[in-house]
């Protein structure tokens, strides 16, 4: 490197073209996630690959059986994990066991040959000093002729002491002996010179390591290492160990004396004992097992009854028990659950006997006070026909009492209807409807009320028909009542009613929609907008004279139908209800063409303004649907130009544009995504 610090231009050329060779696969792997599309550092990658997530599918479909069998299988769990930790616990003691056994052979094997290898040491070199003497005192004067005697007999000697030494110990060990010439460590091996000597079909050359012999070689004692026994004609190995030292032979020479200990019954002896461990270990987790699944099932099985029992008695089979046996633990929680099983029988059928007395009570005080009610609205027109003789205040007393009586009919009748949908003697007469009439009909319906707050009722989505198999008398109360609510509570603000199919004639959904822009609903109120007697003001006064049970009773509508009445609203920004209706009768729905919450809510509308001041952002749905649009429509002392097709206050059909133009789908994706109330 450089005095600052940077690579040579040589250098840097190479790493990059090396980054580059590398790369290739992790380029491949991001351009299939990144869906086909080459995207610079930094960018946001699009949409997973198709392929990728088909092939994620494939694999993820045999596996999920088997996952939902472990989520839901308690006993299974138990019984895997004790499986586990045996085993690991098994391998942990078997390799320790292994471990030690092995240690403990070794170093008796060592022990053993050390001895064995000393004593031979000390006898060979015993030989070789007698032979030597022996020598000497025969040799003659002629100095030539002895020297040749004194070589043949050391050759001859070195083959003797190897078979002498290796007949103590046939199978044990073997010998070898060769020359302590570092530069030719193994000589000649014809007959009559020092070469190499060993006992059996030992290969000499190739079991006695080069680092060994030339320790030897340089340094004095005995030495040892581990090595492999080759033999000659064969490519088996035998692990072994190799003892070593220097001598002399009869002459004085050096030689190199080596025995080899094979371990052949150790290694015997160690696989004997693994395959004891092994089988053991198999058996033991095997047993532990089966001890795990009787424990767990002594456990589990009370608590599936218990479960079984409880799904029973959600379904209303309220006299079902459990069995209890013993007295332990899972006794006395039996004797606890039958308990609460009888109390809350108990409990349910008292309930249901008030509940019942309740119902008879309404129906009979509804229909005892009807006749009264005939007789007192008989004398009460007549009182009002004739008001104009009256004072002021007796001709104001006689319209009090009109219009308390309109509201006091009005609230019998719908508890009669409550009173029918309690004791499940509603029925609905379902036939082709198209919702625009429904629609017309009940906005000519609110006009006068609109007309005295200033609102004008907008229709969207009006220009294709809007056809279900509904009840028409039911489909136009609840209508009737979202827009008479929304008209009450909108503060004089535009009502906005938009319509929309999904589907087929032969099956799909279709929705009406009802958009206010007045008080709006908190946070919360919109799950209990449909109880009954709710108000989400209590000191708000009744412009209209309602009872309080309106949206209890459209509820109840909508489901008769199987369909969904549901409500979103932000507190200054107005709330929307949405009727969903299957297009055939019976049919399950699966989603709404229009979104619970509103295009135009504070949420959206952010959300188009954060992703319009984005340079380059993707845009979200809402923003790329939504047109321009002031954030509130103008009251009726506002200066908001009113849309196109709205005259005088009227909706004319066919003015907007349809919810959820271009793709259905998208209103039905979006139809349950928010904080949905589905039909209680």
């Known amino acids: 490197m450089s005095r600052t610090g940077s690579a040579p231009e040589s250098k840097r050329g190479r790493s990059t073209d090396s980054t580059r060779g590398t790369s290739l696969s992790a380029r491949v792997f991001a351009w299939l996630l990144r869906g086909g599309q080459l995207?610079?550092?930094?960018?946001?990658?699009?949409?997973?690959?198709?392929?990728?997530?088909?092939?994620?599918r494939w694999v993820r479909r045999p596996l999920l059986p088997a996952l939902r069998l472990w989520r839901r299988n308690i006993q299974l769990r138990v019984v895997a994990s004790t499986l586990l930790m045996s085993l690991v616990v098994v391998l942990l003691l078997g390799v320790v066991v292994v471990g030690q056994v092995r240690n403990g052979l070794l170093t008796g094997k060592a022990q053993a040959a050390q001895s064995q290898a000393a004593g031979g040491f000390g006898v060979a070199q015993k030989l070789a000093d007698g032979a030597g003497a022996g020598t000497g005192a025969t040799v003659g004067d002629d100095a030539a002729r002895s020297g040749s005697r004194g070589t043949q007999d050391s050759a001859t000697w070195l083959t003797g002491l190897v078979e002498q030494l290796a007949s103590g110990g046939q199978g044990v060990f073997s010998v070898v002996a060769l020359s302590s010439d570092s530069d030719e460590p193994f000589g000649d091996?014809?007959?009559?010179?020092?070469?190499?000597?060993?006992?059996?079909?030992?290969?000499?050359?190739?079991?006695?390591?080069p680092e060994l012999r030339r320790k030897l070689d340089t340094r004095a004692g005995t030495f040892r290492q581990y090595t492999q026994i080759k033999r000659i004609g064969s490519d088996e190995s035998v692990p072994a160990l190799i003892i070593g030292k220097r001598l002399n032979d009869v002459n004085g020479n050096q030689f190199q004396l080596y025995y080899l200990f094979p371990f052949t019954q150790e290694a015997e002896t160690l696989k004997l004992v693994t395959g004891t461990l092994a089988t053991a270990g198999v058996f033991v987790v095997i047993l532990l097992g089966a001890i795990a699944w009787l424990v767990v099932r002594q456990v589990v099985t009370p608590v599936r009854m218990a479960a079984g029992i409880s799904e029973r008695l959600a379904a209303g089979l309220l006299q079902e028990r459990m069995k209890v046996t013993g007295e332990d633990d899972i006794a006395r929680l039996g004797e606890s659950f039958n308990k609460m099983a009888q109390n809350l029988q108990l409990k349910i059928q008292q309930l249901e006997e008030l509940s019942r007395m309740q119902r008879r009570f309404v129906s009979d005080v509804s229909h005892e006070l009807r006749t009264p009610l005939t007789t007192v609205r008989m004398a009460a027109d007549v009182i009002h026909e004739a008001r104009e003789d009256f004072d002021p205040a007796t001709k104001r007393s006689a319209e009090l009492l009109r219009g308390q009586l309109d509201r006091f009919e009005s609230l019998l009748a719908e508890l009669l209807e409550i009173s029918r949908f309690d004791a499940g003697a509603a029925a609905l007469e379902a036939g082709p409807v198209d919702l625009r009439d429904v629609v017309q009909r009940v906005i000519e319906g609110a006009e006068p009320l609109a007309e005295r707050t200033g609102t004008r009722i907008l229709v969207r989505g009006a220009e294709q028909p809007v056809i279900a198999e509904a009840d028409s008398r039911r489909v136009e109360r609840v209508l009737r009542n979202l827009v008479v609510n929304a008209v009450e509570h909108g503060e004089g603000r535009d009502v906005v009613v938009r319509l929309a199919s999904a589907g087929d004639p032969s099956g799909g959904a279709v929705a009406v929609a009802v958009r206010d822009y007045g008080v709006g609903l908190k946070a919360g109120e919109a799950a209990r907008v449909f109880n009954r007697f709710w108000r989400a003001d209590p000191a708000r006064a009744r412009t209209t004279g309602g009872t309080g049970l309106g949206l209890s009773i459209a509820v109840e509508d909508a489901r008769l139908h199987g369909g969904w009445l549901q409500a979103w609203g932000e507190p200054g920004g107005g709330s929307q209800f949405r009727l969903t209706l299957p297009r055939t009768a019976g049919e399950a729905l699966r989603g709404s063409p229009i979104p619970l919450e509103p295009e135009d809510s504070r949420r959206n509308r952010a959300a188009a303004a954060a992703s319009r001041r984005r340079p380059g952002g993707a845009r979200t749905p809402a923003a790329l649907a939504a047109p321009a649009r002031a954030a509130l429509p103008a009251g009726p002392s506002g200066n908001g130009a009113a849309p196109e097709g709205v005259r005088d206050g009227k909706a004319a059909r066919g003015t907007h544009t349809r919810a959820g133009d271009?793709?259905?789908?998208?209103?039905?994706?979006?139809?349950?995504?928010?904080?949905?109330?589905?039909?209680?």
Not at 39 to 54: E, F, N, Y
Not at 189 to 209: I, K, L, M, Q
Not at 662 to 680: I, S, Y
């Open 39 to 56: 995207l610079p550092d930094g960018a946001v990658s699009g949409p997973v690959h198709p392929l990728l997530r088909l092939f994620s």
């Open 189 to 209: 091996a014809s007959r009559g010179t020092r070469g190499p000597r060993a006992s059996g079909d030992v290969d000499p050359e190739a079991s006695v390591p």
């Open 662 to 680: 271009g793709d259905p789908a998208d209103g039905v994706r979006g139809g349950d995504r928010e904080g949905e109330l589905r039909g209680r």
